[in-house]
């Protein structure tokens, strides 16, 4: 797929910055869930509006899942969005602290919460790395426990293309697994493309 | 705005703000140790900011949910992020008493609480702040909201059910309209035959009399013939006789006219069955022979059944009984029809048995048929309107649901027992007395 957003340069720039926040990342979200977290190298490519839903079903693989949405605002802006293969999120209950029984509200408000670690911590590293502030809007459930393919709809998006950004997370020992994926309309990327730019100027 | 010259005049009036401000403020350390506690949560917790400052938070509220929170914070912490509570999730973090306590509404206030990171100049995380916003007005109106989405659903189905009945008192109304015009047919039609009817009997009254007069002139004319001698009008006589076979003649002439009259005799039953059968001007209820009715209804049919089935009727002696005749009528035609469609005509003739009976306050009529009887799904749904196993055009699955809805009427019900391949019964069980069998 061609970059039209960024150029090679920048690209390259915004892959090295994601290694970097994505391992600091991992080893806070350690800290939080105290238990060792498997991430894989970030994978970043552009998409156009109609093709976001199937991008994310490509990520999530077949089956049902959640997902979770979380708006970052700030010098970078865009929406966050972590998807959960079928329960696999339940698995972390007992890391969070929630009681056995997870009722419908609770276990909701578990996804919220994991989708809020996550999306913090990755975009906060990436964030720090580039020298701007992100805040975070409160998360917001997006798809429960739907087909991969409904996860999000075409026409509820507005931007026309967006850039995006891919990881996936697992906990050694758990069946817990979930996709992250950083979506920043076009109009956004200026600010992205000077932040890489004030980036590479200063290594 | 006013510009604020001083530093120590901004922190003081800061200070004032986060004080007065209408949000839950406080602020705790790593160790759970409250570090702020503004009036807003002073107010509603009843604990004032003297008597929480240094103490342990969940010291002083052993109800908050401690293990969970302490992972909360133990996030932000660690993380630098906000965190959030949503009430729609978990109502509320701090039991507060909720802010109508006359107008009532919720006994707790709803909460939405977001955690915030303060760093010191370091940039380490030192304190989590908490900032609790009520939610209950909010949470008031998505109830109201919900309960009125909930009516508005129970109408909606109340409605789709109305509809429903309204369908399927479309569909009777359409059905005894048919009916109603084809008993008026037959009503019309049998009036019509009725006058032609009246001369042609009358006339074969008489042409019977001048027949048997001219048959009487010519036998006693006959013995005179051996008193004829002209030998040429002889031969002429008996070459005529020959040639007109006049033995047969005289022989059938009678038996062809008493055969007339008997042709006279059914139509005018028929015209009197159809006239029965369709009660044009009786749509009240009445006392009527379910016996008599069952027979002219078989009588209307009898082109449909009688090379198709040979039908044997085991009538019991039944009172008359309160109905509206032609509506049972048309029951029983429905299901006569039905049994004769349902005979397998590859296996020849087959047998419609018609009986009736008499329990009690209960009169009983059964039409059993040795036909191809009926799939689990059929008998499921013989009665519903518009189910039909029939081809397109032959059946329009009306019968059987509008004689449902008539014997219905009846306060009566319909039994059926059924097996493929070996025929189906239907018993329909109407009340002697209408009064008694509405009371409860
Ligand atoms: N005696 C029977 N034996 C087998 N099947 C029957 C019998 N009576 C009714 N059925 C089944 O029930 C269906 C519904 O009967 P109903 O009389 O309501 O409609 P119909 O005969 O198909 O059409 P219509 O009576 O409106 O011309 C029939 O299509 C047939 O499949
Ligand atoms: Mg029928």
Redesign the pocket.
């Known amino acids: 797929m061609t970059m039209e957003f960024i150029s090679d340069d920048q690209r390259d720039a915004l892959q090295e910055v994601a290694n970097i926040g994505m391992g600091q990342a991992g080893a806070s979200i350690a800290r939080v869930l105290g238990e060792f977290v498997e991430l894989s190298v970030p994978r970043i490519s552009t998409v156009d509006a109609a093709g976001i839903p199937a991008a994310l079903a490509a990520l999530a693989g077949d089956g049902v899942a959640s997902a979770v949405r979380q708006a970052f605002i700030g010098e970078l802006r865009g929406e966050a969005i972590a998807i959960f293969s079928e329960h696999s999120a339940h698995d972390l209950a007992e890391l969070l602290a929630y009681g056995d029984a997870l009722d419908a509200p609770a276990g909701c408000e578990l996804l919220l919460d994991i989708g809020n670690v996550l999306v913090g911590a990755c975009l906060g590293g990436i964030a720090g790395l580039l020298r701007t502030e992100i805040g975070f809007s409160a998360p917001s459930l997006l798809a429960d426990q739907v087909a991969t393919s409904d996860l999000i709809q075409a026409e509820t998006i507005a931007a026309r293309c967006a850039l995006l950004v891919e990881v996936r997370f697992g906990l050694e020992k758990r069946v817990f697994r979930c996709h992250l994926v950083m979506l920043m309309p076009e109009d956004a990327l200026a600010a992205l493309r000077r932040a890489l730019d004030r980036f590479i100027e200063e290594f | 705005m006013t510009s604020l010259s001083h530093p120590g005049e901004s922190c003081a009036l800061l200070g004032s703000l986060v004080e007065r401000i209408d949000v839950g403020i406080f602020a705790v350390d790593r160790t759970g140790t409250v570090a702020l506690w503004n009036r807003f949560m002073a107010v509603h917790s009843g604990k004032s900011s003297s008597e929480m400052l240094g103490q342990n938070l969940f010291a002083m509220f052993p109800e908050l949910p401690r293990p969970w929170l302490e992972k909360k914070l133990e996030s932000v912490f660690v993380l630098g992020n906000n965190a959030f509570t949503l009430w729609e999730l978990r109502p509320y973090l701090f039991r507060f008493p909720h802010n109508r306590p006359i107008t009532g509404g919720l006994d707790t206030m709803r909460q939405n609480v977001t955690f915030l990171p303060l760093r010191t100049p370091g940039g380490e995380v030192s304190l989590v702040c908490g900032t609790v916003f009520d939610y209950t007005e909010t949470a008031l109106a998505q109830h109201s909201l919900h309960d009125a989405i909930a009516a508005l659903n129970k109408e909606k189905d109340a409605q789709a059910q109305l509809i429903v009945k309204l369908e399927a008192a479309q569909n009777q109304l359409l059905?005894s309209e048919k009916m109603a015009s084809i008993g008026q047919l037959a009503a019309g039609v049998a009036h019509e035959i009725n006058n032609p009817i009246g001369f042609v009997n009358s006339n074969l009254q008489t042409l019977k009399k001048y027949c048997e007069q001219m048959l009487q002139l010519i036998s006693t004319y006959e013995p005179t013939e051996a008193q004829i001698t002209d030998s040429g009008l002889l031969s002429r006589i008996s070459n005529l006789k020959q040639a007109l076979d006049i033995e047969f003649l005289q022989e059938d002439l009678p038996a062809l006219i008493k055969e007339s009259e008997e042709g006279l005799v059914r139509i005018k039953k028929i015209v009197e069955d159809l006239k029965d059968f369709s009660h044009v001007n009786e749509s009240e209820w009445q006392y009527a022979d379910i016996n008599a009715g069952l027979d002219s209804t078989l009588n209307v049919v009898w082109n449909e059944v009688k090379y198709k089935a040979t039908v044997d009727k085991h009538y019991g002696e039944l009172p008359a009984i309160e109905c509206l005749a032609a509506q049972l009528n048309q029951v029983f035609m429905?299901?006569i029809?039905?049994?004769v469609?349902?005979l397998d005509e590859s296996k020849g003739m087959g047998t419609i048995t018609l009986s009736t009976g008499h329990q009690d306050e209960w009169v009983w009529v059964e039409?059993r048929?040795n036909?191809?009887?009926?799939s689990d799904e059929?008998r499921r749904?013989?009665?519903?309107?518009f189910?039909?196993?029939?081809p397109v055009g032959?059946?329009?699955?009306?019968?059987?649901?509008?004689?449902y809805n008539i014997v219905q009427k009846h306060h009566g019900r319909i039994e059926l027992t059924?097996a493929p391949d070996e025929?189906?019964c239907?018993r329909v069980w109407v009340p002697v007395k209408q009064a008694q069998a509405a009371a409860p």
């Open positions: 059905q429905n299901l029809v039905n049994a469609q349902a039409v048929d036909g191809r009887g009926m059929t749904r013989v009665f519903e309107p189910f039909t196993t029939k032959k059946g329009t699955g009306l019968g059987m649901s509008v004689s059924t025929g189906s239907f």
